[in-house]
């Protein structure tokens, strides 16, 4: 009999929530040659959205795919809800990935699948109702994000960008994971649908006290998400022993951090960069 299958025994008292849900410890990760994650320590609690920020290549897509054992760290552990994810395999792995949704940078529609059956893959996937209910959960999601009603029969490629996103945030819902991942939710989008796609990040944060990790470039979305923000650094701009997360705090301490980096960054000053350059194109600024 597999641990889901073990009946509760009555007399074994509720264990409490666990409050940090997400423990990164000491992770680092190596491809080749080339080291992304160093140390990290990170930890995400119960029911707080966390905006990741940094210069793109400084690992933080890596960082969600440690998360979710899409990739396995070369050092380190990464606990959620206490069960080691690095140790897990198989079955317990599907079992995992069931309590997060993702919303990837491209969507990643089906492109042969017609909107409706994009939203209702998960849920036939892994066969958790019938199509009744799923037919249910489907235009209850589809209402959700705003997504006009005949629209479920188009294929991806007839949809927007912004519309293309909003179902993959349905498809993200469907299984009403307890842990959602975005990774630059609103990349390529116009500034209104991405204060639209940022509302939806709100409501579905806030309305289902989900917990969620979003990476991304946009200081609006942070402004707008984040409980909590955290940003990492390219490991090639530090030296041997210094931490790679450069700032852990609320959003409005980003524009006043004592780390000029940090200021730098969210203000998207290119200076040290624009110096950089031309050090190497062996002339000045
Ligand atoms: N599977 C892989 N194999 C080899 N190298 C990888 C792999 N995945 C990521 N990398 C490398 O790790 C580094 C960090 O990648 P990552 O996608 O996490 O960056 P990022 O911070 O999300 O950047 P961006 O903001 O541009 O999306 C990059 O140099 C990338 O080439």
């Known amino acids: 009999m597999s641990d889901a299958e073990t009946p509760a025994d009555p007399t074994t008292p509720v264990q409490p929530a666990r409050a940090d849900l997400i423990q990164i410890q000491r992770v680092s990760i190596r491809f080749r040659q080339q080291q992304v994650l160093r140390n990290v320590e990170l930890t995400i609690r119960r029911g707080e959205t966390v905006c990741v920020i940094g210069e793109s290549g400084c690992g933080k897509t890596v960082l969600l795919k440690l998360i979710i054992g899409l990739l396995h760290p070369t050092s380190g552990k990464i606990l959620f809800d206490g069960a080691d994810v690095t140790r897990l395999g198989g079955k317990k792995l599907v079992q995992l990935r069931l309590r997060f949704g993702f919303l990837f940078q491209s969507a990643a529609l089906f492109d042969s699948l017609t909107v409706y059956d994009n939203v209702a893959f998960g849920l036939r996937e892994h066969q958790v109702c019938d199509e009744e209910k799923i037919r249910a959960i489907v235009s209850e999601r589809l209402l959700e994000v705003g997504l006009p009603a005949g629209l479920e029969r188009k294929k991806p490629a007839e949809l927007s960008g912004g519309q293309r996103k909003r179902v993959g945030l349905a498809r993200a819902l469907a299984l009403d994971p307890e842990v959602m991942l975005y990774d630059e939710p609103t990349t390529g989008l116009d500034p209104i649908m991405t204060d639209v ?50 700032y852990d705090g609320p959003p409005e301490g980003l524009e006043s951090s004592s780390d000029p980096r940090v200021r730098q960054f969210v203000r998207g000053e290119a200076g040290e960069r624009l110096r950089e350059m031309a050090q190497n194109r062996g002339g000045g600024v």
């Open 197 to 246: 796609i940022n509302e939806l990040i709100l409501q579905t944060q806030k309305s289902s006290k989900k917990t969620g990790i979003v990476v991304t470039h946009e200081m609006k979305t942070v402004q707008k998400v984040a409980d909590r923000v955290v940003m990492f650094y390219p490991l090639t701009r530090i030296g041997r022993d210094d931490s790679q997360i450069l």
